[in-house]
């Protein structure tokens, strides 16, 4: 007599999707900004803003949405990324409408345009576009690796993107940077959207050219400098962006271009040399061009003696009235709407509401915000660390390098460590082009860290693993 026993195999355990971790977090992040505009509108009109309810019920309605479509569709993405945007979302929404409501502004607006139009409405309204583009990129971007298809087709997009702004008739010039478009009375900047599809195609290049990219001939100095076929790619990138500071008068943009490819192309060859010739590079461009553009050049001066011509330059004025601001922030700050940054003008709207933070928050505002954004580049490189191919390594880096550097030329130019770029600070400043990319920045690479983190499927079971029959004596 026997008896017979079955044995399975238990598969393996599944990883926690953090999703309830992530909605909590995303409660902090619709609360305090709803606290932040409380404040300010006791500070400005001793009474809660009419306001406030329906902005609290709007931007928890928007991250619900976000949050409900993480969770069904990139169940293991990484839990911060998107209560960190939506935090920054919303206190950019706070400090916005809190400018709108300087008279200094309004008047300053109707003598310009013969009419004043708040921002806050409008800023809402693209932050609920992006959170569609977001819901977009989960919805549609299954997997990301099916973007390494469209590597040149990223390219000859990109090209076109930076040179719409350049096309008669259609491209608009704001404040003497020449990188708006004005279509159907809307403002667009291509260039916030033309980071991300060139991300597409460095991450796709890259990853086949990184062997032949690695591959030094010579020694100088500590560094293993390049073959000079090799240096094809970088040269063709700096000439790209130096047309961009020449024809567009746009310094960010083609610090962003230039400065994303050496920090992917060091990523990929992890040769050192790229980032010493990548600096050397920009610098030397940047020198030849502001040594003849005047745009360029006035921002230098304003750089480096903003006071010196404080009464002639627009340029000058904008960085002095910053530091200004910076200084008397002290600390802990002048409090949310209690200061006088508005005195900027226009521009506090764009790179210069970091000015707001300064002058209000003081030095812990300006360190938490910072903070919020470089956990954003952390949780980036986390999940370029976690991607299980090249292709995903190099794209999630790509966007982290570019949000990275974008967020130091904005916050330097307005500091006075480096001259002023005019791009907009990522979710804080006004701005449709810039709130729509970044959320879509933030799908992606939610898509990619899902895809990272996403237990692969066990293999099936053998029949033999399955039963096994054990035969006891009678």
């Known amino acids: 007599m026997s008896v017979v026993t079955n044995t399975t195999t238990i598969g393996a355990i599944e990883l926690p999707s953090r999703r309830n971790t992530e909605l909590l977090l995303l409660a902090f992040a619709v609360v305090i900004p709803i606290f932040a505009y409380a404040n300010v509108g006791l500070a400005i009109n001793g009474k809660l803003p009419p306001g406030m309810l329906m902005y609290g019920l709007g931007l928890g309605l928007l991250a619900g949405i976000g949050h409900l479509v993480v969770r069904r569709y990139a169940k293991y993405a990484d839990p911060l990324l998107l209560p960190l945007a939506t935090l920054l979302n919303g206190l ?34 693209y932050t609920a576009v992006g959170i569609a583009l977001f819901v977009a990129v989960l919805l549609l971007l299954k997997d990301h690796r099916t973007l390494q298809r469209f590597t040149y087709i990223s390219m000859a997009a990109a090209l076109v993107l930076l040179i719409l702004p350049m096309v008669p008739g259609l491209g608009a010039n704001v404040f003497g940077a020449k990188i708006w478009i004005s279509v159907a009375g809307f403002s667009i900047q291509p260039g916030e959207f033309a980071k991300i599809v060139i991300a597409v195609f460095f991450a796709g290049y890259l990853m086949v050219k990184r062997d032949a990219l690695a591959l030094a001939s010579r020694r100088f100095m500590g560094l293993y400098l390049p ?86 330059s627009g340029a000058c004025e904008q960085v002095g009235q910053s530091i200004m601001s910076f200084g008397s922030g002290g600390v802990l700050g002048a409090g949310w709407g209690q200061g006088n940054s508005d005195l900027i003008g226009f521009a506090a709207n764009s790179d210069f509401i970091f000015a707001t933070v300064g002058e209000e928050l003081g030095l812990t505002g300006v360190m938490a915000f910072l903070l919020l954004y470089g956990l954003i580049i ?97």
């Open 92 to 125: 950019g929404l706070v400090l916005i409408w809190r400018l709108d409501q300087s008279e200094r502004l309004q008047n300053l607006a109707k003598r310009a345009f013969g009419g004043f139009s708040p921002s806050a409405p409008n800023q809402l309204f």
């Open 378 to 474: 952390e949780r980036g490189a986390r999940t370029a660390l976690a991607a299980r191919d090249p292709f995903g390594k190099l794209f999630a880096i790509g966007l982290s390098g570019a949000f990275a550097i974008q967020i130091f030329v904005v916050a330097g130019g307005v500091m006075g460590l480096i001259p002023l770029t005019g791009m907009t600070m990522p979710f804080l400043a006004s701005g449709g082009s810039s709130i729509i990319a970044n959320w879509a920045l933030i799908g992606i690479l939610i898509r990619i860290s899902d895809t990272a983190r996403r237990p692969a499927p066990a293999p099936a079971p053998s029949p033999d693993a399955e039963m096994t029959q054990v035969v006891r004596p009678s």
């Open 227 to 312: 073959r000079g076929r090799d240096l094809g790619p970088i040269l063709m990138i700096w000439a790209m962006s130096l047309l961009i500071l020449i024809f567009e008068n746009d310094l960010g943009t083609s610090l962003l271009f230039f400065g994303m490819f050496v920090i992917m192309l060091y990523v990929a060859t992890e040769r050192t040399s790229w980032i010493v010739i990548g600096l050397l590079m920009s610098v030397g461009g940047a020198v030849v061009v502001a040594s003849f553009a005047s745009h360029v050049q006035a921002r230098v001066n304003a750089w480096l003696d903003p006071f010196g011509c404080y009464t002639t």
